[in-house]
């Protein structure tokens, strides 16, 4: 292998380790992507039974080994901000997923124009 293929090589291997690297954080990003979506589905349907109380209803909150009694309308507006943030979570880890797609494509794209240059500077020999 001449310099110059040794060279294609070596672009075309750090391309593909990135690639790599980019798919790994990919799945960690999906995987707590649904975490996120169990835990929101799970508080909606907090809120849904919340909302089925009457104000002369009495609702606990587990502290530790100790239920603690807990406002009806405090319960809801906790769970409400726990909707909230989750919504966030989730809105910025598909922004983050996009990005990292983006970037994959570029790494694929990549890949395959160092492979294609690669094998013309081999097939001229």
Not at 26 to 46: D, G, T, W, Y
Request: net charge positive.
């Amino acid at each position: 292998m001449d310099k110059n293929s040794a060279a294609l090589y070596k672009k075309m291997q750090s391309e593909v380790e990135s690639y790599q690297n980019l798919q790994k954080s990919c799945v960690k990003v999906v995987k707590q992507r649904a975490l996120l979506e169990s835990q929101l589905n799970e508080n909606k349907c907090v809120l849904d039974e919340l909302n089925l109380l009457g104000p002369d209803n009495k609702v606990y909150k587990l502290f530790g080994p100790v239920l603690v009694k807990q406002e009806l309308e405090d319960s809801r507006q906790n769970v409400g901000k726990r909707i909230e943030y989750i919504s966030k979570e989730l809105k910025g880890s598909s922004d983050t997923l996009e990005n990292m797609e983006k970037d994959m494509l570029k790494h694929r794209e990549a890949v395959a124009k160092y492979q294609q240059q690669w094998q013309v500077a081999a097939a001229m020999k």
